[in-house]
Nanobody, 120 residues
């Protein structure tokens, strides 16, 4: 079992930056970790993932703007730059998933989410 807690969300103007953090109750350094988001009326979608060996994957909509990285053995951050109104969503951290081909399949462990609102 592992508990995940997201933090760092908030209100930011278009073009601004935020850094989200996913803190785990135990080490996730050798675990696949994904950041997802869900906007009202939309399905939850994968934003970025990092594999156990450090390979990263991004949704096309965030490539070049978002960066996922391991901050510590217990934390994975998501640096978000050049934010757009369409990035507005609740962002969730996930671990315990697996990578197959070019696809990350989420695991059973989710955080409670953190709200990101991009608006002027």
């Amino acid at each position: 079992q592992v508990q995940l807690v997201e933090s760092g969300g908030g209100l930011v103007q278009p073009g601004g930056s935020l850094r989200l953090s996913c803190a785990a109750s135990r080490t996730i350094f050798y675990k696949n970790v994904g950041w997802y988001r869900q906007a009202p009326g939309n399905e939850r979608e994968l934003v970025a993932a990092i594999t156990a060996v450090g390979v990263t994957k991004y949704a096309d909509s965030v490539k070049g703007r978002f960066t996922i990285f391991r901050k510590t053995t217990n934390a994975v951050d998501l640096q978000m730059n050049s934010l757009k109104p369409e990035d507005t969503a609740v962002y969730y951290c996930n671990t315990g998933g697996r990578y197959s081909g070019d696809t990350y399949y989420p695991g059973d462990y989710w955080g409670q989410g953190t709200q990101v609102t991009v608006s002027s």
